[in-house]
């Protein structure tokens, strides 16, 4: 088979196999279909697939297709992590500052402080800290991989359970959009290069200045040459990122999140997500599976995940529940708020990526990440609908 046939049969198996495997077994109320892929990534990856049938993983999955497809990958993300800064929603974090402060920083720093507890115990255990990581920066990496939130399906989810629009939904996506900054920052901080700090500053000032020029010229310019100036907007911040030794995805993340989604029409924006979901993103989670290793064995990657997730899921309910008491919110209020808070999925995904980019995580370490991030976002809907089922008074509360 010629090069093009390969990358073609790769490419036929991305998109076929967790279709099918989402259709056939009617997995959407657990597992929507982004779910799936991500699952199929792993199963597909070296060691499932290329365990079980190594001539066939070898055949496909050559260097060259491998390369193919993380190009692909990459713009994916690109895209994808541009597009959950643009959603940012800080206009209403900052109207609604005080509860938003309080409930997303106990969202944040709880479940980030019991994670935390779990990563001191592996970094003590071969296997789990990559070679070129400082002991902080495990900890540090792996206390905000449990507290992430994925506000991209969190919006998903909340349209799904038929409350994105309503007062609840948008108390959440606050609390949401304020830990998605905080996500970024924590990993330009993990990334600094302290024998680069000159080149990362003067890509933050660069930045700064050219975002002013950016947000002047945005709302001059026809609508229908906004999109095209925002992709070399783009680009240029994940080249100047990628540059500066920040990583392009802190660059993606800050390109989209100096944009004003009025700018754009919602309609545009939403299909945009969907498109990039649908088109381009399966590539990402396939590439994500071929990263993962099983070298320590599989229960020691479970029971890794296992910790993992319960330190997450913990911290987050915990959080939630005195958020809830500070603030005097209704009887089961938190518990709902912390498991939609709890999803995970993309946003970690890509996140713990650029922690294995830089070797500050191990692939073992990095595959048991992916399982909870998987476990913890397949809990969201099924925990979260019977409750709103018996409170549907919660969802019409105003904030």
Not at 26 to 53: E, K
Not at 259 to 275: G, N, T
Not at 280 to 301: E, K, N, Q, Y
Request: hydrophobic share 60%; aromatic share 10%; charged share 10%.
């Amino acid at each position: 088979m010629s090069s093009s046939e390969i990358f073609l049969v790769a490419m036929g198996i991305i998109f076929t196999v967790p279709y099918l495997l989402w259709r056939l077994g009617n997995t959407d109320y657990y597992a929507p279909l982004v779910v799936v892929q991500i699952v199929t990534g792993i199963l597909l990856g070296p060691g499932i697939l290329g365990r079980v049938f190594p001539d066939y993983y070898a055949f496909v999955f050559t260097p060259a297709t491998v390369q193919l497809l993380n190009g692909i990958a990459w713009w994916a993300v690109m895209l994808f992590v541009c597009l959950a800064g643009l959603e940012l929603h800080l206009g209403l974090v900052w109207r609604n500052r005080r509860e938003s402060a309080i409930t997303a920083g106990l969202a944040l720093g709880v479940p980030l402080a019991f994670g935390s507890v779990v990563a001191v115990v592996l970094l003590h255990q071969p296997g789990w800290s990559g070679a070129q990581a400082l002991g902080w920066q495990f900890v540090l990496g792996i206390g905000m991989a449990c507290a992430v939130t994925a506000l991209p399906i969190l919006i998903l989810f909340m349209e799904k359970l038929g409350i994105l629009r309503q007062p609840i939904g948008q108390r959440i996506l606050r609390y949401a959009s304020m830990d998605d900054v905080a996500i970024w920052g924590v990993l330009a901080l993990i990334l600094m290069d302290w024998e680069r700090i000159g080149r990362q500053a003067g890509f933050l000032v660069a930045f700064a200045l050219a975002s002013v020029g950016f947000r002047r010229l945005m709302p001059r310019l026809p609508a229908r040459d906004r999109w095209h100036v925002a992709l070399i907007w783009l680009v240029l911040c994940a080249w100047s990122a990628d540059w500066s030794g920040l990583h392009f995805m802190v660059g993606s993340f800050l390109a989209g999140a100096v944009m004003e989604s009025d700018w754009f029409e919602q309609a545009v924006i939403d299909q945009l997500r969907r498109h990039v979901l649908l088109v381009i993103m399966p590539v990402f989670f396939l590439s994500t599976g071929l990263r993962t290793d099983w070298t320590l064995g599989g229960a020691a990657v479970c029971m890794a995940a296992l910790l993992l997730l319960v330190a997450e899921v913990a911290g987050k309910l915990t959080g939630t529940w005195i958020a809830g008491r500070v603030l005097g919110w209704a009887r089961g209020e938190s518990w709902i708020i912390g498991w939609l808070l709890q999803t995970k999925a993309l946003i970690m995904i890509i996140f713990v990526n650029v922690l294995l980019d830089r070797q500050i995580i191990t692939s073992e370490m990095f595959t048991a990440l992916l399982l909870m991030a998987v476990a913890s976002t397949m809990l969201s809907i099924p925990v979260v609908a019977p409750c709103l089922a018996r409170m549907r008074e919660l969802i019409a509360r105003s904030a």
